[in-house]
């Protein structure tokens, strides 16, 4: 009787994986029919894989050793970054007192007058000194990332880098009485008048001169980066605090003291939900300020992918915070590699409201719409270039992390993502 039993519970057994397996087979198959050639995928080049967080096992792949331009997705290798090099909180400057003024040098702290950002008073900490030397002999960068479009010098999401922002290195223009108003103060006088058809505020590509045309200015709020240096830097934060900040050249000395700064927690919502570009290059600055305190991205950037992304599936192409260079160049296998990293040092509560939700927020609100969010993750768009990578939830509560990418294709962003999603919600219904 007892053998009978067994035989029969193995034969049930056979029966049940074997059906399981034709089940997973289909599903192979269908995703296959989805992403292949014959698809609309099949017209360009598309990578993707998808990676069973509880199993730790690849589910399905295709294309996922082939290298893709990734844009802001670039921002998860930033902020796993973060995530392992820094604390709980920025440090907002390093600092040496002597006698009635203090001597100060950034670490890339980008929150300073930085409105998405929670703010501190530094007025109250400056108050205690009369006047402010500022010296940058720890910035070893250039303003612009290695590769960045130089067209795109005039727009919000390229705005310049620096040891010690402030504004977020913008300048703000809002209408008043019918006429444009600029934030900083300083930059009043070089907001001037023009005949070129321009509907908003641009700058000029060699100066901090701002203009406008008052025949068809639209009166709606810009945002434009203003060129940085140490000379406009002292001018803005001497306006700022209302005392002189004197410029130094004098080194960071092992020994000095360090002024907290804000949650970190903050800083990674804000970049990416918004695909903050500015925040992502300043938050690579504080890592590479935390290791050699020194701003230095090459130098950075190699140390993290041989100490923390040595295992990384391929080899990456990682050249800076944002995304936004072109030189980028990582694959999908890397992708669910990093989102893995991360998803095992981040709480899944914490970790998807810091990401942005299908339906719900940051820059997934218009997309992957589902009365309960199914997406969790970070998009990636330029020109003729669509990522997303995260974590999709499916109705068996099951839990994956995947890389979407698509490179080169000639058609608007809103067509591969609405295709995308045909994938997504096959994959949410049925694994």
Not at 25 to 45: I, V, W, Y
Request: proline share 5%.
């Amino acid at each position: 009787m007892l053998k009978r039993i067994i035989t029969l519970f193995l034969l049930q057994l056979s029966i049940s994986l074997s059906l399981l397996g034709q089940s997973h087979s289909k599903f192979q198959k269908d995703l296959e029919q989805l992403l292949g050639a014959q698809s609309f995928f099949g017209h360009h080049q598309t990578g993707f894989a998808l990676y069973d967080l509880d199993e730790q096992k690849m589910k399905f792949e295709h294309n996922s050793h082939l290298n893709f331009i990734p844009a802001s997705t670039t921002k998860l290798f930033t902020f796993y970054a973060g995530l392992m090099v820094l604390g709980d909180s920025t440090k907002k400057l390093r600092y040496i007192p002597k006698g009635k003024d203090v001597l100060i040098w950034g670490t890339g702290d980008p929150s300073w007058h930085y409105k998405p950002l929670p703010q501190q008073d530094l007025n109250a900490f400056f108050s205690a000194f009369d006047k402010v030397y500022f010296s940058d002999d720890n910035w070893k960068e250039n303003p612009f990332g290695y590769g960045w479009q130089w067209d795109d010098y005039y727009y919000s999401y390229s705005a310049e880098r620096s040891p010690l922002p402030i504004y977020g290195n913008l300048v703000t223009v809002n209408s008043k009485n019918q006429s444009p108003k600029i934030i900083p103060k300083l930059f009043s006088k070089n907001l001037l008048v023009t005949s070129k058809e321009i509907k908003d505020i641009e700058r000029d590509f060699h100066s901090n001169n701002f203009y406008y045309n008052p025949q068809i200015y639209r009166k709606q709020e810009s945002k434009v980066p203003f060129i940085t240096s140490p000379e406009t830097f002292a001018l803005l934060a001497s306006e700022a605090l209302g005392k002189e900040v004197i410029l130094s050249k004098e080194k960071l000395p092992e020994e000095h003291f360090i002024l907290k700064g804000i949650p970190l927690d903050s800083l990674y919502r804000e970049m990416l939900h918004e695909s903050d570009n500015f925040l992502a290059e300043q938050l690579l600055l504080m890592v590479s300020d935390e290791l050699f305190m020194e701003m230095n991205d090459a130098e950075t950037i190699e140390h993290l992918v041989e100490n923390f992304l040595f295992d990384l599936p391929d080899q990456p192409q990682w050249v800076d915070g944002s995304g936004l260079s072109r030189h980028n160049l990582f694959t999908p296998s890397d992708m669910v590699s990093i989102a893995e990293k991360i998803y095992r040092i981040v709480p899944d509560t914490t970790l998807f409201r810091l990401l942005p939700q299908g339906g719900r927020t940051g820059t997934l609100k218009n997309a992957y719409r589902a009365p309960t969010p199914y997406v969790f993750a970070k998009t990636g768009t330029m020109s003729n270039n669509h990522c997303l990578v995260g974590y999709l939830k499916t109705h068996k509560n099951k839990l994956y992390a995947f890389a979407f990418m698509n490179n080169n294709y000639p058609y608007k962003a809103k067509e591969v993502i609405s295709e995308m999603e045909k994938v997504l919600l096959y994959i949410r219904d049925n694994f």
